[in-house]
């Protein structure tokens, strides 16, 4: 089974950028649609991006369209999130999410999750 650590996070400005990772270990993550969430103190946790097996599917949550990006490079085992014009709304515990899936669109519920790294947003 795919294995998850994120790294990237830190303490940013607001307006500034971060770029998180994903490393997978185990199986080769081309077969497992991937996604981004945060938790945020207080908050349930929520759906950032999600990106199908290929990279072709994608899908944002409409509160980060137009600041956050969603990218992989299968052939390293890799998810990226990057943000950028980040605010203090955007801390939160950032976690990567894998789900096995035979189609080549986003998935809708994940079984596979990192232990997050965080993001912390000062005004």
């Known amino acids: 089974q795919v294995q998850l650590v994120e790294s990237g996070g830190g303490l940013v400005q607001a307006g500034g950028s971060l770029r998180l990772s994903c490393a997978a270990s185990?199986?080769?993550?081309?077969?497992?649609?991937m996604g981004w969430f945060r938790q945020a103190p207080g908050k349930e946790r929520e759906i950032v991006a999600a990106?199908?097996?290929?990279?072709?599917?994608?899908s944002y949550a409409d509160y980060v369209k137009g600041r956050i990006a969603i990218s992989r490079d299968n052939a390293k085992n890799m998810v990226y999130l990057q943000m950028n014009s980040l605010t203090p709304d955007d801390t939160a515990v950032y976690f990567c999410?894998?789900?096995?899936?035979?189609?080549?669109?986003?998935?809708?519920?994940?079984?596979?999750w990192g232990q997050g790294t965080q993001v912390t947003v000062s005004s």
């Open positions: 999410a894998a789900s096995y899936v035979l189609h080549d669109g986003v998935a809708h519920t994940y079984n596979i």
């Open positions: 990106i199908g097996r290929s990279g072709h599917s994608l």
């Open positions: 185990g199986p080769t993550i081309s077969s497992y649609a």
